[in-house]
């Protein structure tokens, strides 16, 4: 038999230091179901699935069709909340290569290319029959899923609670460590809310107990007391 060839170094785009979303994959996932009151009908609800391919970090957006005009509109919420990004990358779907037609159109305007100097936008689609392209964003399109099956079941939510959930959801693919966890260590690990928002989000506040416990100096009247073992650890090595 023939030895394994060694994995190939990965691809700038996993590996520069940009910001967030600077390089961003594209995927749809769905459908799923959801209904207002209990007699009446189901409707069909699509998740759009963004997701860093530096900081793996994943935004992810609740629409009611694969339509290019869904899609835009998914596509400006996106952007007004992490940015325009430098490359998008996803597969041969009919829905994104209208919309980066379109997008490409208006790039192409002089006063749009003025105003957006620098950033060269560009939409790079996967090999054609390639299915083994894209693991980049179909990764997190997996582990999505299944968060989502364990939270719902067989329920059928309606539109709000299904967005409710999506977004925890999505708060929980970005507390996920990006590097091994190591038995008995108490440093908090890295992960990509860190580098959206500075912590985990999922992490909970402090919570003060008694006064002999561990005061932090320097604080408003010293009152401000951590119990977080990991927090603890980091002032004690100082």
């Known amino acids: 038999s023939y030895p394994v060839p060694p994995p190939p170094p990965l691809p700038p785009l996993r590996v520069e230091e940009k ?52 899609f835009l509109c998914c596509f400006q919420r996106f952007t007004a909340r992490r940015g325009f990004p430098y490359r998008i990358l996803s597969d041969n779907a009919k829905t994104f290569k209208a919309a980066n037609k379109w997008l490409s159109t208006i790039l192409e ?84 809310s860190h580098l959206l928002c500075g912590r985990r989000l999922l992490t909970l506040p402090d919570k003060p107990k008694k006064e002999e416990d561990l005061c932090v100096p320097g604080l408003i009247n010293g009152a401000t007391q951590l119990t977080n073992p990991s927090l603890i650890y980091l002032i004690n090595s100082e």
């Not at 390089?23 to 207002?36: H, L, N, Q, S, W």
């Not at 582990?143 to 929980?172: H, Q």
Request: glycine share 6%.
């Open 109 to 192: 305007h002089p006063r749009v290319k003025e105003f957006m100097i620098g950033n060269g936008n560009r939409w790079q689609f996967n090999v054609e029959k390639a299915p083994w392209w894209g693991g980049v964003f179909e990764r997190m399109i997996q582990g999505m899923k299944r968060l989502l099956r364990k939270i719902i079941g067989t329920s059928k939510f309606t539109y709000d609670e299904l967005m409710t959930a999506v977004i925890e959801v999505e708060a929980m693919l970005n507390s996920c460590p990006l590097i091994y966890i190591p038995s008995g260590d108490l440093v908090e690990l890295l992960t990509p």
């Open 19 to 70: 910001p967030p979303f600077w390089y961003t994959g594209i995927d749809f996932a769905g459908p799923m179901y959801t209904r207002e009151t209990l007699s009446s009908e189901s409707r069909k609800v699509w998740t759009c699935l963004f997701t860093c391919c530096l900081t793996r970090a994943v935004h992810i957006e609740l629409v009611t069709e694969i339509e290019t005009v869904t």
